[in-house]
């Protein structure tokens, strides 16, 4: 079993590429190379392979690193199933991971809501996307600043907050409060419910 994210970007008519493009494959080749692991194509849309564990962390470091730009938001498809051809990049690849997740994707754009997943298994859709759902009422409106503290404690889980208070060149007091203003305490549980859930469905 493998997952499929793939995604568009919204509101990237306002705004410069150059302002968010660098961000977007530095976050993606943390996760894989192009064009096996990952590409991009007409201009805001993307997919990424992972493991499926990984996948709902992927997701939501994404969207953060996208939301440190103002107005800027990703809507992302998690698709988990399996891989039946492999091209010469992912966006020849197909099985169905690709497809659930290309169906979210379209679901997504039909709700207006920016995130969800299909792991066909219903029972196990509807509980996940409830707390998709829950999560997104406070990740959709992520300021700059807490997207990029969340961007920066996914992407180094075993900084220390002074090490993290160094790279962002605040007080360390102030990592904390930036962590609990942007619910990064409930994002963690989040991830591990969702990590317990996949091990469910892999055994």
Request: charged residues 25%; hydrophobic residues 35%; aromatic residues 6%.
């Amino acid at each position: 079993m493998i997952a499929i994210l793939t995604a568009d970007i919204i509101n990237s008519a306002g705004h410069e590429t150059a302002e968010w493009m660098h961000l977007l494959k530095e976050t993606l080749s943390g996760w894989g190379a192009t064009p096996n692991d990952w590409e991009i194509y007409r201009g805001d849309e993307f997919q990424l392979r992972s493991s499926p564990e990984k996948a709902l962390q992927i997701a939501i470091e994404l969207k953060a690193r996208l939301k440190v730009i103002k107005d800027l938001d990703l809507r992302i498809a998690i698709g988990l199933g399996d891989e039946d051809y492999r091209g010469a990049g992912i966006s020849e690849s197909n099985g169905t991971a690709y497809q659930r997740s290309g169906r979210m994707l379209d679901k997504l754009k039909s709700q207006r809501k920016n995130m969800g997943i299909d792991t066909g298994d219903a029972h196990r859709n509807r509980s996940l996307n409830l707390v998709i759902d829950l999560s997104s009422d406070f990740m959709d409106n992520w300021t700059p600043v807490s997207a990029e503290m969340v961007a920066l404690s996914l992407a180094s889980p075993y900084s220390t907050q002074s090490e993290m208070a160094g790279e962002l060149k605040i007080k360390q007091s102030a990592v904390s409060q930036r962590r609990k203003r942007a619910r990064y305490p409930l994002v963690q549980q989040v991830l591990e419910f969702y990590t317990e859930t996949v091990k469910e469905l892999e055994s």
